[in-house]
């Protein structure tokens, strides 16, 4: 593209919402950017860079025309028929489809006539003039500003006091600079100019003129003591917090969502050491770091053992020479918070975890499903049942008083305060009120994991009462239709069943999983929830098949052993391993082929399919052979299949590939003698069995 320069536009406004800035400022940038694109004022290869602080939102576009370059247009017209009459000339419906396209009778003799299916048309060749950076800009802002993932509007009046616009913030300022020249556009009532301002109080100038589209960054950061790259910015704290944590030889807590956060909230960070009173440190650092970072912003420094300290770092949006005040203002501000921390633990301590537990009866869980109270009760229940599986009577007692005492945290003021702490706080209290450490680790855990990549449960009885309670969860909401729907998925029933799936898994429980499934609606009142089991264990497997090909799987590798429905489902990584082996073997593609091929026949096959093989019926040297051959290999498969050793299960099949070569191509399975039929029909029926005990081998065909 000839006769290009870069571009620059940037929308100035009051301050943006910080946890939605680094999202706006993506949008805008790229929206903008698509939009010339699309009309040709940038070609593909021009390179878009965002900028986003809290008061503006810009793009910077290189090599952007003036002008977009004519481009041919061919209009499909009408049938010739319709088009002219008997005589040739231009019929009524001819000369008001070119009306409507802009063109009038003049335009007639340029048509031309061209083949259209079994008939002839007439097209119009025309240019259309390219669209100027003026006209184009002016759409794509609109569009942009109009397509952005703002998360709660606002109108506000404009200067004349009678418009009013709606946007994320009140905007006060547009820049449009294509090289040197302002591109004279219009948003939000406000006339683009290459006037922009810099930081409230430190800027150099109230008002920074741009020389150039390519200055922006530069002035901003010179003139405006900006930083105006959201990426840059946040570089430029890491790296601050980072030097100021070495400097005491600690570490700066690790949260990328606070990193975001506060890189939206200042221009140009920084970074102090700030501390508060000890004796705070006496209650649980979780609560001290959590108020810390949810109310304040602040980073709490922690020493190489992961423990909390006195010290943290703040990050401020002024610079002054002596931080003294600044320093001394944020630790009078922390100091209330940690105090509110001190006085709910010292309180909750007061009255034990048991004393509590009469009081969910009175806190609604949900409308069907009754209090947390009865929820109580049910996972005490689902609880007994999974212990009574995996362990003896220590266990199912340790499980059974965590499930009790689990939930009653929800009534201490800490929780009440932090709703995040549940489960943290319950294993601090429960540890205070002398409960063994197995319970106390069990009422800690029962919520893990999370999140994807959290943590799983630590001990025996934590794995017992957290997978009590996500069954409780699943079996409940399934039970009373409240399943998810597209991306909906208000009670979170994909991360429950992605945490049942990993506690199976990961820690290799061998728990069949329709039977914990019939336990979890077994807890339930008679009649309250639908007999869905069937669908949820359906839902789980469905998770378990994403998780899987997340992991690396290929779809044929995961459909051909979950299609087989597993139900111990810390065996199927095994399974997956072995079918990976498998299809590896030279024998792998012919077996596969084969087996959808038996599969076909035995789905077609009319009347019942005989259990038993009468040997007296094998007529065919290549049906005896096949029979001889499954004879010899289905023992030792099995047996393998019997020891977990799945990929010698497997590996013992490929023997089976000549004769069931031979077989299918020597023998009419569908004979016209109904014992013959039926015979065969029977050994087919064996080899399917003896083949897909591990997986479907089918799903493995090409």
């Keep these: 593209m000839s006769d290009t320069k870069n571009l620059l536009v940037e929308l100035f406004v009051e301050e943006l919402p ?10 805008f940038a790229t929206l903008l950017a698509d939009g010339l694109k699309a009309q040709g004022l940038a070609g593909a290869g021009a390179v878009a860079t965002a900028y986003a602080s809290p008061r503006r939102l810009a793009l910077h576009l290189t090599d952007v025309a003036a002008r977009a370059a004519d481009r041919a247009q061919v209009f499909k017209l009408m049938p010739v028929a319709v088009a002219l009459d008997a005589h040739g000339q231009p019929t009524p419906a001819l000369l008001k489809k ?4 802009g063109f009038d009778a003049s335009a007639v003799p340029r048509l031309r006539r061209a083949p259209d299916g079994k008939a002839e048309a007439l097209f119009l060749d025309s240019t259309a003039n390219g669209v100027t950076l003026a006209e184009g800009l002016q759409k794509a802002l609109a569009e942009a500003i109009a397509r952005l993932p703002i998360p709660k509007v606002m109108q506000y009046q404009l200067a004349d006091g009678w418009s009013s616009v709606n946007f994320v913030r009140p905007a006060h300022g547009l820049v449009a600079l294509r ?8 948003a939000l009532g406000l006339q683009a100019g290459r006037v922009t301002r810099g930081h409230r109080f430190e800027a150099a100038t109230p008002a920074i003129s741009l020389r150039d589209a390519d200055s922006y960054a530069e002035q901003l950061r010179e003139e405006g003591a900006v930083i105006a790259g959201f990426e840059a910015r946040r570089a430029e704290l890491l790296r601050q917090l980072t030097a100021a944590a070495a400097r005491e030889g600690l570490k700066a807590i690790d949260d990328e969502a606070l990193l975001d956060e506060v890189t939206a909230l200042v221009e140009r960070p920084n970074v102090l050491l700030c501390r508060f009173e ?5 209650v649980p650092q979780e609560c001290l770091i959590l108020t810390m970072k949810a109310n304040q912003k602040y980073f709490p420094l922690l020493d190489a053992a992961g423990r909390l300290t006195e010290r943290f770092l703040v990050v401020s949006n002024i610079s002054p020479a002596d931080p003294a005040r600044v320093i001394q203002g944020n630790e009078r501000v922390v100091r209330p918070r940690l105090a509110d921390a001190k006085f709910f633990f010292d309180q909750d301590r007061k009255k034990t975890l048991a004393a509590r537990v009469a009081g969910l009866d009175k806190v609604v869980y949900h409308g069907k499903l009754g209090t947390q109270g009865e929820r109580v009760t049910r996972v005490r229940a689902i609880a007994a049942a999974i212990a009574a599986r995996l362990g003896g009577a220590e266990l199912a007692a340790q499980a059974d008083r965590a499930a009790l005492l689990a939930k009653a945290d929800l009534l201490t003021d800490m929780v009440g305060e932090f709703p995040e702490l549940q489960g943290i706080m319950g294993g601090y209290y429960a540890r205070h009120d002398g409960e063994p450490e197995a319970v106390a680790l069990a009422v800690e855990d029962h919520y893990k994991p999370r999140f994807a990549g959290d943590a799983l449960p630590r001990g025996e009885a934590g794995l017992v009462a957290a997978l009590a309670d996500k069954l409780e969860t699943l079996a409940g909401l399934f039970g009373i239709g409240q399943l998810p729907t597209g991306d909906k998925d208000p009670f979170a029933l994909r991360r429950h069943a992605l945490g049942v799936i990993r506690m199976l898994v990961e820690r290799a429980l061998a728990l069949p999983v329709p039977a914990l499934i019939d336990a979890a609606y077994a807890a339930f009142p008679a009649g309250l929830l639908a007999p869905n089991q069937a669908e949820l264990l359906r839902f789980l497997l469905d998770r378990f098949g994403g998780a899987l090909r997340e992991q690396g799987y290929s779809a044929a590798e995961v459909e051909a052993v979950l299609s087989n429905q597993p139900t111990a489902f810390d065996r199927v990584p095994r399974q997956l391993a072995a079918v990976r082996t498998f299809a590896a073997l030279p024998e792998a593609p012919a077996l596969a082929s084969a087996n959808k091929r038996v599969a076909n026949i035995l789905k077609k096959a009319e009347g019942e399919v005989p259990a038993a093989v009468d040997a007296a019926l094998l007529r065919e040297p290549a049906e005896q052979a096949l029979a001889a051959a499954l004879a010899a290999v289905a023992p030792p498969a099995d047996a393998a299949f019997a ?3 799945y990929s010698a299960s497997l590996q013992a099949l490929a023997a089976l590939k000549a004769p069931v070569d031979a077989f299918f191509d020597a023998v009419m399975v569908n004979a016209e003698d109904p014992a013959l ?4 029909l029977a050994l087919l029926a064996q080899l399917h069995r003896a083949m897909n005990r591990v997986a479907d081998l089918s799903r493995l065909a090409a």
């Design 18 to 27: 910080p946890k939605a800035l680094k999202k706006l400022g993506e949008a």
């Design 98 to 101: 070119l009306s409507a396209l």
């Design 179 to 186: 090289g040197t020249a302002v591109v004279p556009v219009s």
């Design 278 to 282: 000890p004796e705070f440190l006496a």
């Design 643 to 645: 020891a977990g050793d």
């Design 677 to 680: 039929r039926r015979n065969r």
